[in-house]
């Protein structure tokens, strides 16, 4: 079993730069598939970044491109998103996920393990 813990999240302003962080239980996280998700309110879960170490393969979606930046440290078994550039749509709340099944896969019900997910509001 896979424990996915986020932190970093909060209120920015439009224009800043936030850091989220997940904290993973797994030593062998290093093969494992890893994501960051995000849904809005009233909205449906969709991924931001998806990474698969076997591969070397990342997926960034549409308005993640330029933007954020997803960052792995085995040794310390985290896994980031730097996230640039921030703007009111990206206000949502932001989950770390985890899966042991490839080949990578972008839609949320393919991925097995989640974190709670952190709170990232961008206002004015």
């Known amino acids: 079993q896979v424990q996915l813990v986020e932190s970093g999240g909060g209120l920015v302003q439009p224009g800043d730069s936030l850091r989220l962080s997940c904290a993973s239980s797994e030593r062998t996280r290093s093969a494992l598939l890893m994501a960051w998700f995000r849904q809005a309110p009233g909205q449906e879960r969709e991924v931001v970044v998806a990474t698969n170490p076997r591969t070397d393969y990342t997926y960034y979606a549409e308005f993640a491109r330029g933007r954020f930046a997803i960052e792995r440290d085995v040794a310390k078994n985290a896994l980031y998103l730097q996230m640039n550039s921030l703007n009111p749509d990206d206000t949502a709340k932001y989950f770390c996920?985890?899966?042991?099944?490839?080949?990578?896969?972008?839609?949320?019900?393919?991925?097995?393990?989640w974190g709670q997910g952190t709170q990232v509001t961008v206002s004015s």
């Open positions: 996920a985890a899966s042991n099944a490839g080949p990578l896969d972008i839609r949320p019900s393919k991925w097995e393990y």
